[in-house]
Nanobody, 115 residues
């Protein structure tokens, strides 16, 4: 079992920044990959970015150059730094982790970008 707890969402104006955090209940070395997904109202959940246990990041095209995924091994935490936010980034953001062929999800954190 893996518990994931997200934090850091909120309301921000377009062009602003937010940093999301995902704290895992076990070492992030064992979670491969870990990532962030998002789901806007009426839309399917989509991958935003993920990172392997080796530290290799992968980004969706719509966030390249604006978002950065990273992790702190000592704190068992993965971060998503979001810069130059746009109204279309408004969604619930979910942390995801793969462990022993199962995928675990956090409860989600709301990000709202006003124009």
């Amino acid at each position: 079992q893996v518990q994931l707890v997200e934090s850091g969402g909120g309301l921000v104006q377009a062009g602003g920044s937010l940093r999301l955090s995902c704290a895992a209940s076990r070492s992030v070395f064992s979670l491969n990959p870990m990532g962030w997904y998002r789901q806007a109202p009426g839309k399917q959940r989509e991958l935003v970015a993920d990172i392997t246990s080796g530290g290799s990041p992968n980004y969706a095209d719509f966030v390249k150059g604006r978002f950065t995924i990273s992790r702190d091994n000592a704190e068992n935490t993965v971060y998503l730094q979001m810069n130059s936010l746009k109204p279309e980034d408004t969604a619930v953001y979910y942390c995801n982790a793969a462990f022993r062929n199962f995928y675990y999800w956090g409860q989600g954190t709301q990000v709202t970008v006003s124009s």
